[in-house]
């Protein structure tokens, strides 16, 4: 994945959800929905993230230093793990936790608090803000996509956000996803308590969107973390790796390989090589030497590559 086309989907989602989240809370003071300030704040915790995501971007290209020889390229998922937390907590949990407010107040008041959405004049303000964020995120969720076909190849979607290196789009996608849903859930929510006149369905499409955004912060961080603690490259890179060592003149076979991902575009390579018993040192220098130019050509990310010559006694 090009690092502008991730740059590009964190952008789209950025502006998407800014415009969002003050027509959202503009729509709230009017009304006092409270699916309307669940999702006002989801969108201010999306735009948050996608801060943090660019702020990762930046962070991760700066040069190594002798404290961090191999570069800051983890940050993105540093970020990334970040945006999960954010996501759990200011959107989830704030959603749950207003619903929960909500609905303790409709059952104080007996359905009918003072103020409530449905004796406002402007009860038809979240219909058209809701409408048009759905129009908004769809732009969103539609260049995140785009993006991804560039690189996902024959992968599932679900696959591609499981196996992906580069934290950045698969974010987007669920968090796009999750603000689509959780737009369907404050429709549903707002226009049912219009239709009604029950507030009640108004507090669960809160509680369905904290719901939503708490699965999906979970799940962000369960594959974050995996990349945190550091993800082979995959089974096609490793093959290719391993075939261009061993066609190498020089090398007999691999009697073992290593990957590491130190970022989302650096790869760590250490394997054990066998070569001839009676292969002088010029000759073995010269097959690493090769090694390692084939393998950069097979797998261009792999930035850091350490062989270590052996004879190999079965």
Excluded at 62 to 74: A, D, I, V
Excluded at 286 to 298: K, N, Q, V
Aim: net charge negative; no cysteine; charged share 20%.
């Amino acid at each position: 994945m090009s690092t502008e086309g991730s740059t590009r989907a964190v952008v789209a989602a950025l502006l998407a959800n800014a415009g969002i989240a003050v027509t959202k809370f503009l729509a709230f003071l009017l009304t006092g929905a409270s699916s309307m300030l669940a999702e006002a704040i989801h969108s201010v915790a999306d735009s948050g993230n996608q801060l943090l995501l660019l702020l990762g971007g930046r962070q991760a290209r700066k040069r190594p230093t002798p404290e961090h020889p191999f570069g800051f390229g983890r940050e993105r998922y540093i970020y990334a793990f970040i945006v999960s937390i954010v996501l759990f907590t200011v959107g989830g949990l704030f959603a749950l936790y207003e619903a929960y407010h909500k609905g303790h107040e409709l059952h104080a008041t007996h359905g009918h608090p003072e103020d409530s959405l449905l004796d406002s004049r402007w009860w038809w303000v979240p219909i058209v803000v809701l409408l048009a964020a759905i129009v908004m995120e769809s732009l969103s969720f539609r260049t995140a996509i785009r993006e991804t076909g560039h690189v996902r190849g024959d992968a599932t979607y679900v696959q591609f956000i499981r196996r992906a290196k580069q934290p950045e789009l698969p974010v987007i996608l669920l968090e796009d996803f999750a603000a689509l849903i959780g737009l369907v859930f404050a429709l549903l929510g707002v226009g049912l308590s219009l239709l009604t006149e029950n507030l009640w369905f108004d507090v669960a499409g809160t509680a369905l969107i904290g719901l939503l955004l708490v699965a999906v912060a979970v799940v962000l961080a369960i594959e974050t973390k995996s990349l945190l603690i550091g993800e082979s490259a995959g089974n096609a890179s490793e093959q290719q790796i391993s075939d261009a060592i061993v066609a190498t003149p020089g090398i007999d076979r691999i009697v073992h390989l290593k990957t590491l991902h130190l970022g989302p575009d650096e790869l760590l390579v250490a394997a054990k090589i066998a070569v001839p018993p009676s292969a002088s040192a010029p000759d073995v220098a010269e097959a690493i030497d090769a090694a390692e130019s084939a393998i950069r050509a097979a797998e261009p990310i792999a930035r850091v590559i350490y062989l270590e010559p052996d004879i190999y006694r079965p």
